[in-house]
Structure formats: C-alpha cells, structure tokens
C-alpha cells in the first residue's frame, strides 16, 4: 500500500490543505471542488487550466483518502454583458444588448439561442475533449430554479453586516450606489445596478427607485442577480464547496468573498492563487482582448499532453504562453514520460497529467528532432518523415505509432508556421569552418551501424578540443545555426542516426560547401 502523503508534488500539497480542513472537524461525505468561468468571451486556454489543475489535485485527495468528490464548472451566464469582444462576428447586433444577461444576449455566431449558451458549449466541449471529469452548473439555470434561494435568504439577513465589509473596499461615488443585488428590469430584461432604498426580510423584497419610480421586486427564484464577489460566496455556502483555485488578479475578491461567506455561517474554500499567463508581449492573457493563443491553436502545432504539461508546470509563476514555448513542453513533457516506469511515481508530471495510468508508449523520437528532419528533408509528407524515423525504430506499438504520427503532423505545422519562414544560416568564418569540417572528419569515421551515442560522442569530443572546449553550449549553437539556421536543434547523434550516416554528411558538406 503506497502512503501517499509522503509525496511533495504541488498538486498533493494542494489536496493535504483539504485533508487538514476535514481534520479540523468538518464532517463531509464527497468534498466539492469548483472552478468559475465568466462566459463574456470565447472560452480561452486559462479556463481549461484552471479545471485541469483543479482536477490533479482533486485525483490525489481522492487517492490520499478514497473519498467521493465532485468538480463544478460554474458558468456565470447570468452576469451582465458589459462589453463586446474583439473576436467575434456581429459586433454591431451585439452592442444593443450592453447590461443583459449573458442568456439573453444573441448568440453572434447564430448557433444556440443565446451568447452565454454559445460559450457554455464551447467550455464543455473542449473540457470533454480532455476527459476531464466535472458537473456543469449554469447560474441562470440555478437562480431561476430556485437553488440559491435559501443561501439568498441568509444574504439579505446579512445585509448590513455585508455591506460593512464591502463598502470600504470601493470608492466614493461606488459606494453611494452600491447594492449586493441587482434586480432584473421586468420590462427590459437588463440588469439594474441601482441602490437599494429598503430591504424586507418578512417577503424576502427590496425597493429601488428606477426610471423615477419605486419598485419592489423579489430577491428569489433569478428576479435578482447578486453583484459577482457576494455570487461567489453565495455559491461556496449553496454548494459547500470545499476547494477553489484563481488567478493572482481575484486575490483580494477572494478575500472579501471569504468574509462574506464566514457572515452567512459558512466556510470558505481552500485556495491556491496561480499566475496569470501572458502573451507574446507580456501582457496578461484576457477573454474581451482575444490575445494569446486558442487550445485549438496549441493543439495544431502539438500533442494534447503537452498542453496538460504547460499547465502542470509552475502554477505560481508568471509564464509566456506563445507558440514558441510549444516545443520546449513537447519534449518536456517526452522527457518525463520516458522516466515513468511501470511503478507509481507520483511526483513525475506525467503521473499528473495520465492519472497515474500510463499511456504506454516509450519512444527516443522528440518533438525537436522530427522538426529538424523536417527542416532537412524539404517535405510536408509525413510519410516521409515516418519512413526516416522507421529506419532508426524499427518497430511500434499501435499506441507509439498512434503518437508519432501526431507528432509528425503537428510538427509540419509548426514548422511551416513559424520555422521555416524565420530560417537564416550562418555562414562560418574559416576558424569554424575548420572545426566544422573536423566535424565531418569524425563522423565519417564512425561506422554506419554505430550507435546514436556513438555520434554524439565523437561530435561532442571535436568541440572539447577546439576553442569552444570551455563553452560546448555554443560549440553546438554554431553546428545548428550554419546546418540547421537555428539556434538550438536536436541531439545531433540521434538526429545522424535516423537520418543516417550518409545523408547527414550530405547536409553537412551541403552547409560547408566542400
């Protein structure tokens, strides 16, 4: 029986915060774990992170303690429309439709009835795409349907006590106007952001003024939507939900929610706060801007584990998410796999990302190296490619063959996209065309049917008796940039070897012009 608690991996730090909430007395059969999704936008690749991480740390609670547990993906459908994205059609229809509810909103790609019905799609979709786990809640579904009501009640019996922790939060003229509830205009359908003039707690009312008049409209059953950071603690206490994971920009929402929802007698959820992802100019990834990159863009260019890896990786640091870190994760998350061995080892990544069941291909091919054949071969054929790679690995498993033909395809994507249009070889001075050429000298020697390592080794050996004996890193740079016209490449034995001896020397001759 494997003790589970020894490990260190932060997805089992993250599930022991929640063991330790259970040994605090709270008494649970199935803990609750939630992720929040603000349909606003199409959905983005922060969403699918967020549920995806929230997932590896709900598989270790599930094996530090073999309790039941469940996922909710809420979607705040219900939540007005304040602006109109840059990424989709029909800007124009959508700008009449400001301050509705999501569900109320038209949908611009003209698919589902409403926006908020379009992006709730799509959130799913690409959440079953991964197999991952979860119960879809709509807010609109639940407000209407009378869900919330009773976690209602207790808001507006708090009303004040809440309105002490959140007006000195807000600034001046906010909190003339501030209100947890915003009703719904019977007449329009738009949400109202107007102040409260009085709350019943007999009828479970409140009284606004609008439009000149006074209303009195009912707090139950979707009549009134709650403003977000009071929602989010009403949902902790609705759903008794025991975890939930944000972005470094709720971290005060997530405070002032807690508060909120230790008034209303309930406990808030563990937390982690991860980094934001940013773009290619370092600007933080965002639904309305449309920047970044898409899941379908990563997927094009890369297998779906490599994704799982980005996010696996460094949850608290700040990270680049462009296509050019699409290779490094590739080879990455390769790297790890082939460390996994047939026993449990829950402190590799990929233990994470296959939930402990191996996918059980093992393989020396790496992203960088079929980007390389690629390059050299000239060929968008991926039977090409495959035919070069049959030569080296003679044999596979349906499963490898399965993974080396995704790797092949989304490699000549890649590198139609953002390699070859970038391609600039260095012409070398005659000091490294000299040791380029010792290069050629010493592979020469080496027999056809010698071993990658072999290759390597006397390609490494030329660099530690040139002048770049105390730099190797930029004795291999120079191999690449004069070969390949990049700065980093594969392994140069292993690439030697799939490509074989006679070719490689070609390619090599080719660059030397000798």
């Given at each position: 029986m494997i003790d589970y608690n020894q490990y260190k991996s932060w997805p089992f730090v993250e599930a022991k915060k929640i063991l330790k909430r259970l040994e605090s007395g709270q008494t649970k059969k199935k803990i609750i774990f939630e992720t929040g999704y603000g349909p606003s936008g199409l959905p983005h690749i922060g969403t699918f992170g967020e549920v995806l991480r929230t997932n590896m740390v709900r598989f270790c609670f599930e094996k530090l303690t073999g309790m039941e547990t469940d996922l909710i993906a809420f979607s705040d459908d219900m939540d007005?429309?304040?602006?109109?994205?840059?990424?989709?059609?029909?800007?124009?229809?959508?700008?009449?439709?400001?301050?509705?509810?999501?569900?109320?909103?038209?949908?611009?790609?003209e698919k589902f009835n409403s926006f908020g019905e379009h992006n709730n799609a799509k959130l799913v979709e690409f959440l079953n795409r991964f197999n991952l786990p979860f119960t879809f809640k709509s807010s609109t579904e639940a407000y209407k349907s009378g869900?919330?009501?009773?976690?209602i009640k207790k808001i507006l019996l708090n009303y004040e006590k809440i309105l002490n922790v959140v007006l000195p939060t807000l600034g001046e003229d906010r909190r003339k106007t501030y209100s947890p509830f915003f009703p719904i205009d019977e007449n329009t359908g738009k949400i109202l952001q107007v102040?409260?003039?009085?709350?019943?707690?007999?009828?479970?009312?409140?009284?606004?003024?609008?439009e000149?008049?006074?209303?009195?409209?009912s707090v139950l059953d979707g009549h009134c939507k709650l403003q977000w950071k009071v929602d989010w603690a009403m949902r902790w206490a609705a759903f008794g939900v025991d975890y939930e994971m944000c972005g470094k920009d709720l971290t005060d929402s997530y405070a002032l929610s807690s508060k909120i929802c230790r008034i209303i007698g309930s406990t808030p959820p563990e937390n982690l706060i991860y980094e934001l992802f940013l773009d290619e100019n370092a600007e933080k990834?965002?639904?309305?801007?449309?920047?970044?990159?898409?899941?379908?863009?990563?997927?094009?260019?890369?297998?779906?584990?490599s994704l799982a890896m980005f996010m696996y990786q460094r949850p608290t640091t700040a990270k680049k998410l462009y296509f050019d870190v699409i290779p490094k994760n590739t080879d990455e998350y390769l790297a790890h796999l082939n460390k996994w061995q047939d026993e449990e080892m829950p402190d590799n990544p990929t233990w994470h990302i296959h939930k402990n069941n191996n996918p059980g291909y093992y393989s020396k091919i790496n992203y960088s190296l079929i980007l390389n054949l690629i390059s050299v071969c000239k060929s968008n054929d991926p039977n090409v490619i495959l035919g070069l790679i049959k030569n080296y690995q003679?044999?596979?498993?349906?499963?490898?063959?399965?993974?080396?033909?995704?790797?092949?395809?989304?490699?000549?994507?890649?590198?139609?996209?953002?390699?070859?249009?970038?391609?600039?070889?260095?012409?070398?001075?005659?000091?490294?065309?000299?040791?380029?050429?010792?290069?050629?000298?010493?592979?020469?020697?080496?027999?056809?049917?010698?071993?990658?390592?072999?290759?390597?080794?006397?390609?490494?050996?030329?660099?530690?008796?040139?002048?770049?004996?105390?730099?190797?890193?930029?004795f291999f740079k120079l191999i690449y940039e004069v070969v390949f016209g990049q700065e980093n490449g594969p392994r140069l034995g292993s690439f030697i070897k799939i490509y074989t001896k006679e070719k490689s020397l070609e390619l090599f001759k080719s660059k030397l012009n000798v």
């Amino acid at each position: 029986m494997i003790d589970y608690n020894q490990y260190k991996s932060w997805p089992f730090v993250e599930a022991k915060k929640i063991l330790k909430r259970l040994e605090s007395g709270q008494t649970k059969k199935k803990i609750i774990f939630e992720t929040g999704y603000g349909p606003s936008g199409l959905p983005h690749i922060g969403t699918f992170g967020e549920v995806l991480r929230t997932n590896m740390v709900r598989f270790c609670f599930e094996k530090l303690t073999g309790m039941e547990t469940d996922l909710i993906a809420f979607s705040d459908d219900m939540d007005g429309f304040r602006k109109v994205p840059e990424n989709v059609p029909n800007k124009e229809q959508l700008s009449k439709f400001l301050d509705y509810p999501l569900t109320s909103v038209p949908d611009p790609f003209e698919k589902f009835n409403s926006f908020g019905e379009h992006n709730n799609a799509k959130l799913v979709e690409f959440l079953n795409r991964f197999n991952l786990p979860f119960t879809f809640k709509s807010s609109t579904e639940a407000y209407k349907s009378g869900i919330f009501n009773e976690t209602i009640k207790k808001i507006l019996l708090n009303y004040e006590k809440i309105l002490n922790v959140v007006l000195p939060t807000l600034g001046e003229d906010r909190r003339k106007t501030y209100s947890p509830f915003f009703p719904i205009d019977e007449n329009t359908g738009k949400i109202l952001q107007v102040p409260v003039n009085e709350v019943n707690t007999d009828d479970f009312t409140i009284s606004y003024i609008f439009e000149g008049k006074t209303h009195v409209k009912s707090v139950l059953d979707g009549h009134c939507k709650l403003q977000w950071k009071v929602d989010w603690a009403m949902r902790w206490a609705a759903f008794g939900v025991d975890y939930e994971m944000c972005g470094k920009d709720l971290t005060d929402s997530y405070a002032l929610s807690s508060k909120i929802c230790r008034i209303i007698g309930s406990t808030p959820p563990e937390n982690l706060i991860y980094e934001l992802f940013l773009d290619e100019n370092a600007e933080k990834i965002s639904k309305s801007k449309g920047n970044g990159i898409s899941i379908d863009d990563w997927l094009k260019y890369s297998i779906e584990e490599s994704l799982a890896m980005f996010m696996y990786q460094r949850p608290t640091t700040a990270k680049k998410l462009y296509f050019d870190v699409i290779p490094k994760n590739t080879d990455e998350y390769l790297a790890h796999l082939n460390k996994w061995q047939d026993e449990e080892m829950p402190d590799n990544p990929t233990w994470h990302i296959h939930k402990n069941n191996n996918p059980g291909y093992y393989s020396k091919i790496n992203y960088s190296l079929i980007l390389n054949l690629i390059s050299v071969c000239k060929s968008n054929d991926p039977n090409v490619i495959l035919g070069l790679i049959k030569n080296y690995q003679t044999s596979f498993s349906t499963i490898e063959l399965d993974y080396i033909n995704r790797m092949i395809s989304c490699g000549i994507n890649f590198f139609t996209d953002f390699i070859q249009p970038k391609l600039k070889f260095k012409i070398p001075n005659s000091e490294e065309l000299s040791i380029l050429k010792n290069v050629v000298l010493e592979i020469n020697k080496i027999d056809e049917s010698a071993e990658a390592d072999d290759f390597q080794s006397v390609i490494f050996s030329v660099g530690k008796n040139s002048q770049f004996k105390d730099d190797i890193k930029s004795f291999f740079k120079l191999i690449y940039e004069v070969v390949f016209g990049q700065e980093n490449g594969p392994r140069l034995g292993s690439f030697i070897k799939i490509y074989t001896k006679e070719k490689s020397l070609e390619l090599f001759k080719s660059k030397l012009n000798v």
